[in-house]
């Protein structure tokens, strides 16, 4: 317990005289004269609901949300009379442009209404009667290894973060609860499908893990989006359209549509994220190449680990005979530049067109790309 | 009293026909979540010739307009390929109910090999992955429809003793 009140109540008989007097019917009922902007949101569309979008009017919206929040420091929400004495709750994080995202709003109710289930929405009895192949069954159980690894620190990731926003940063703390469920769901559903498949839990991955660790102990939330919801999450969601095609039945494509859709929503709140900052804070610019420098590094040093690399051959090639094993190679060959790309191409239309010239990662694809069989 | 001709694909009211199908499923729609994409089908005649063009819009929870043509609509993606590719989906959707593992969106697109995606903006062609169960389940609903292809032929009849996994 290392926070402690100021004031014993129960000692403190001026605080217990006005407790009886309320409870005698005495009402003091300063806070109802206290001058608030009236308001009545309405939903713009039925169909949809009532959403944050409708509540943007005045000082309970985000439209007109200052750059720094000097002001709120407790936990009033947006828009709320602040009396004197509210605590200062110190936090880590009250500029807009570190947090902020175009349409934030927006991703917050598509995740609402976007939930799924892991235990009921997979035909799990359907699963369970197709026996895979040995060779198929390990590399796939390796490969649900890796992923409930990578979900679990995504999961701890905007966790960590939530309570470090500032209060009036509503829409992206709420968005980000959302996705840490998602994050707890994925690693549920790999968990599952890995103790389904008969096989159970392969190798944890050390290389893997330092990548996880960077992302983990970001300096800063900007930092840590960067590295997770952009680049992480970006190259995890060509990952898992991946994981579908090469997926052996058509309930795991199901899993792996699922999770897909999580991830791009992650993925979208990452890229308007990092738009948002180079509009607004462009002076970070240099910050987010260096930090993407080393997040580079760590990512070709933990996709590249051996018990991440040879799952990915073994199952898009159907299995372990020499011409499988060619096959496959040849598929994760496509796959992984086509994850590099796709990761470069949203960067450039983030604001961000000279990282591939900047990119030691973009560079190693270009030489691989000259010495790949036409 | 003579039948309605049957819808033909491609073609416009085959689009619409399966928004009808949509609406039908609110329940099922409204559980998978908000849906607020427009996106595009090309699909060229295997001889060549002039692609037969559709622009499809969804909000909220439905399919809320099918256009033809592409021009001036802006969407976030477009699926294009050859009739062909586009006839073993809707085949294989027609025989099993909804699509197998070798004929689901995401395979027919991921390489290209079948089916390519268009964009000209990444947040626009991640919409095919964030709605991407949507996308798919508003596909498999063409195994309801009753229709003809431009040679007269239909699509195979249903087929519940087929697997659609393959191990």
């Not at chain 2, 976030?76 to 689901?104: C, K, N, Y």
């Not at chain 2, 089916?115 to 596909?139: C, N, T, W």
Request: a negative charge; aromatic letters at 12%; one cysteine or more.
């Amino acid at each position: 317990m290392s926070y402690l009140s100021t004031i014993d109540f129960t000692e403190d008989q001026a605080f217990v005289d006005r407790f009886q007097r309320t409870m005698r019917g005495d009402l003091e009922l300063s806070w109802m004269d206290v001058p608030r902007e009236r308001v009545a949101c309405r939903p713009e569309n039925a169909r949809r609901g009532l959403t944050f979008r409708d509540l943007d009017v005045g000082a309970y919206g985000f439209t007109e949300m200052p750059e720094l929040i000097r002001e709120n420091r407790s936990f009033a929400p947006r828009g709320a009379a602040m009396p004197e004495g509210l605590p200062d709750l110190q936090a880590e994080v009250s500029r807009k442009s570190e947090v902020w995202a175009y349409n934030i709003e927006g991703y917050y109710e598509e995740a609402m209404t976007r939930q799924w289930n892991a235990t009921t929405d997979i035909p799990w009895a359907e699963l369970q009667s197709v026996d895979l192949p040995e060779d198929i069954g390990k590399a796939y159980a390796q490969l649900l290894t890796f992923l409930t690894e990578v979900e679990m620190i995504a999961t701890d990731v905007p966790a960590k973060w939530m309570g470090r926003l500032n209060a009036d940063f509503f829409e992206v703390k709420n968005f980000i609860a959302t996705q840490a469920m998602d994050e707890a769901r994925h690693a549920e559903i790999f968990r599952k499908r890995a103790l389904s498949t008969g096989w159970g839990l392969m190798r944890a991955s050390a290389q893997n893990e330092f990548n996880l660790k960077f992302l983990r102990d970001a300096d800063s939330f900007a930092e840590a989006s960067l590295a997770l919801h952009l680049q992480a999450e970006g190259m995890v969601l060509t990952l898992f359209r991946f994981s579908e095609y090469i997926s052996p039945t058509e309930g795991d494509k199901k899993l792996f549509r699922l999770v897909m859709q999580d991830e791009a929503r992650h993925v979208g709140y990452g890229m308007q994220h990092l738009k948002w900052v180079l509009d607004h804070f462009p002076e970070r610019r240099e910050a987010i190449h260096h930090h993407l420098d080393e997040a580079e590094n760590f990512v070709f040093g933990g996709g590249y680990a051996t018990e991440v690399l040879e799952p990915f051959i073994i199952l898009s090639g159907k299995g372990l005979k020499k011409e499988n094993i060619a096959e496959g190679v040849r598929i994760t060959n496509a796959f992984q530049l086509k994850q590099t790309d796709e990761y470069f191409e949203r960067l450039a239309k983030c604001g961000l067109p000279e990282r591939r010239e900047r990119s030691r990662l973009w560079k190693m694809v270009e030489m691989r790309k000259q010495t790949m069989p036409a | 009293m003579p039948s309605p001709p049957p819808i033909r694909f491609p073609s416009r009211a085959f689009f619409e026909a399966l928004g009808d199908a949509m609406r039908a499923e609110r329940e099922r729609f409204s559980r998978l979540g908000f849906f607020d994409t427009t996106f595009g089908v090309r699909i060229s005649p295997d001889d060549g010739g002039e692609p037969a063009e559709f622009a499809l819009r969804f909000e909220v929870f439905d399919c809320v307009r099918v256009m033809e043509g592409l021009a001036g609509v802006e969407a976030d993606f477009v699926v294009e390929g050859p009739f062909g590719a586009w006839r073993e989906m809707f085949d294989t959707i027609h025989a099993l109910g909804a699509a197998d593992t070798a004929q689901s969106l995401n395979t027919l697109t991921h390489f290209g090999e079948r089916l390519r995606v268009r964009y000209d903006d990444p947040d626009g062609h991640d919409k095919l992955y964030r709605f991407a169960e949507s996308i798919q389940e508003f596909l498999d609903l063409s195994a309801r429809i009753d229709y003809v292809y431009p040679d007269g032929s239909r699509p195979p009849a249903r087929r519940d003793d087929l697997r659609r996994s393959a191990p």
